[in-house]
């Protein structure tokens, strides 16, 4: 007997509650009886076929649904009874009631006749004090049978919703605690209503975003402040949705209550002030018509540039000495070898910087010197039997290849010590006369006759305030040899007299070459002047280049020599952790590591951590930023995008489609060009816009919307590495092996990636994982989705 009342309880259906109910005979009429506030829910938020077919039903199954109901009553009767009998306990009886009132009312008959479809109205709006707008709009999707035809009207709702002015999404409109970013902005109009704006970067919050926005436009105050947002629970809106979206949307509710509330205190005449972000409304007050408002300026607005002076050992903000123009000098390579990875560090983050400052709208003057006159080159030229400007041209064209190769631009001049003579000679002899500097003693093994001059540290009484080195502590020596006649041992040489086979040139004291610190001194002034806005280079010019550079220019040309000095950490070797070095013999070179990775996965690599950190050089650390800049283009895939702009274009002419991404970037790049920081804006927008397509494939409704917000989000991704100097190649080209890549190697991938394609049809897995062991072997990585298989090489290739 108790196996039968459960089964029967099954079937068990009481009659629909006493409550105040609308029939409707078709779609149409669900949604627009009369002047029913629902209708302009409906005009922008069709229900799709399956949805209408539920609920225009005919309404010749009335008669049918009361049997139904009168005979469900009956055999939930003759449940409790049994149950009462086979237990004895009539609280069983209770339950099996119980049990048989939860079967949902309404439901279509068993043979395939539809039945009419019923919307309350009355019970959400009284119990929850709706306006009637919202209240027709949460009852309607409440209506629908499943959520996901709940989905689809809100994704659908979504993409109707007005676009919000970027300038609007200020940080005290964003809703705090979700999992999107969201804002909502209140305004009041003339008639006392308020008007709301909103925007959400993801579609699901978007629909929530606009069911609210559209259900409490045109109410007024009053009206607002009433409404219980219980209501969604009791809706079914969200009970698809996460939990997160839950709490955002509570949070977003009570935001938008606040602002209601704020601008009932503040009165009609806060609403100019409201609009424009709090500023001052002016005559808004007095008039009997809503005052207009001003226009904001659509110029993004940059946060303030800090960048982090290793002179204050803090971080400044930049300020040129010329307005709109940066002078950068950095240090450059000595050319009498490959350049290791340590170099290309340096050259990558002083690329970043000049793009970055290009892009904030900066004219960069940037002058990375060329050493082609040292020690080392003379040494290495008489090994090679050449001579050292032979040794030092060559050179010079296999950095410029390897720069190129990272991604550098070119900066705007690269000046040479041997054609620097000039101004070197004169910076000396400025020295000598004012009694920083002095001539050493004449070398007669020499040969040359000729005399050193040195630089008198102790007549420059801020010398050490750089690397915080004591004079004391301070020790002779520099990149040349020095004679006899020195003052004291830390004087340095400005000029070296000439050995017999030694490059030399004419001076004042015979004939010689230029000491290693006054050729930066020299060049730095005459391609930039006497002050710097920037200068960099690597850790281990610190002390004493850069701080010997500082003595000599200041006390030549009697003004500051540098505003800013920033330096670039060591690349340390994987084997010693010591700091790759050709002089230690633990250095990868620029050549080699480009033998097994692209040019621009070692950029994004070196950028992949904070520069003022030192770097251990790791292989699999190189691999690991390959993988992640090939999702990064994997989303750029099949989005046709805009045109680069000449020279990266700048920030403010950028198009900003996710706004919360965009200040998340630069606010990074603006904080000492946090490239770690940045690159995880970068992997955020590129994840908002890989889950943006699917949506798109998914769910037709908001196709139309994904397929306008898809390329602009895109073109942003791209815009952004653009900063970095990463992303700007052809995304299917990349991911195809690069420009290398031959047609016949391609037609043979797309030939395997077919076979294993029909042969996964067939259910000839042996003949499919063939294929696939095959594709591997040839580093192409396959990716399987809903429109098929596509593949990528499984590495970066220049």
Known sequence: LFLIAAKTAQFARPAAPPSVMFETEGANAAWSRGADPGAAFLATAPVPSHGASFLSRSADAAGLIERASSEGQRLGDVAGVALRWALGIPLVGMLARSLSGRRKAGAASRDGRPSRARVCVRSLEEEFGLPSK?????????????????Y????????????????????ERKVPGCLSTVHVLASLQSDGTIKWQGDSDALISKGLVALLVTGLSDCTVEQICNVQPEFIKASGITASLTPGRNNG????????????????????????AVAKGGAAAGDAAGSSEEAPVPAESKEWRLPELRIHNTMARAKE???????????????????????????????????????????????????????????????????????????ARRMEVEMQKDAAALGCATPTCEPRVSETMPEILAMVKSLEEGQHAYAGAAIESQGSGGLDVYFRVRSFSNYGRLSRCSLDGNQAGARVEIGGGKEAPEDFALWKAAKAGEPSWE?????????????????????????LDIHGGGPDLLFPHHENEIAQSEAANGKP??????????????TGDEKMSKSLGNFVTIRQALQSCAGEAIRFYFLSSQYRQPLLYSEEALVQAQERLLKLYTSLRGVPLPPLPVGGGAAAETEVAAPEAWQRFHEAMSNDFDTVSAIAALNDLSRQLLQL????????????????????????????????????????????GGAAADQE?????????????????????????????????LGVVLEDGANGTTWRVGALVS
């Not at 919202?134 to 709940?150: E, G, Q, V």
């Not at 560090?345 to 060329?370: C, E, H, K, S």
């Not at 004939?511 to 730095?524: L, T, V």
Request: hydrophobic share 45%; proline share 4%.
């Open 134 to 150: 919202l209240a027709a709009m949460s009852n309607a999707l409440k209506s629908l049978p499943n959520d996901r035809l709940r």
């Open 152 to 171: 689809q009207q809100l994704m659908a709702l979504a993409s109707k919703l007005p676009k919000m002015e970027p300038e609007l999404k200020t940080p």
């Open 249 to 272: 949307f509570f949070n977003m509710f009570k935001l938008m209550m606040q602002q209601a509330r704020a601008l009932s205190e503040a009165g009609a005449s806060a609403a100019a």
């Open 317 to 391: 903000q930049l300020a040129p000495l010329k307005p709109g123009v940066v002078n950068m000098y950095v240090c450059g390579v000595t050319v009498y070898d490959l350049c290791h990875l340590g170099h290309a560090r340096i050259m990558v983050f002083f690329d970043v910087v000049a793009r970055y400052l290009g892009q904030r709208g900066y004219t960069v003057n940037y002058v990375r010197n060329v050493t082609d006159i040292d020690d080392k080159i003379i040494r290495r030229a008489a090994e090679g039997g050449e001579s050292a400007e032979a040794l």
């Open 507 to 531: 001076s004042p004291w015979g004939a010689g070459r230029p000491g290693w610190h006054i050729e930066c001194s020299a060049m730095a002034k005459k391609h930039l002047g006497d002050t």
């Open 561 to 574: 020599y540098a505003k800013l000095w920033m330096h670039c950490a060591a690349v340390r070797s994987s």
């Open 693 to 736: 397509r699917q949506a798109a494939e998914a769910c037709s409704v908001a196709s139309a919307a994904a397929a306008d917000l898809v390329p602009r989000i895109a073109a942003q991704l791209r815009a952004m590495g653009g900063s970095l100097g990463v992303l700007q190649r052809d995304p299917e080209e990349v991911l195809r």
């Open 745 to 777: 190697f391609e037609a043979r991938i797309d030939g395997l990636v077919a076979e294993r394609t029909e042969a996964r049809k067939a259910k000839d897995w042996t003949r499919a994982d063939a294929a696939k062991a095959e594709l591997t072997e």
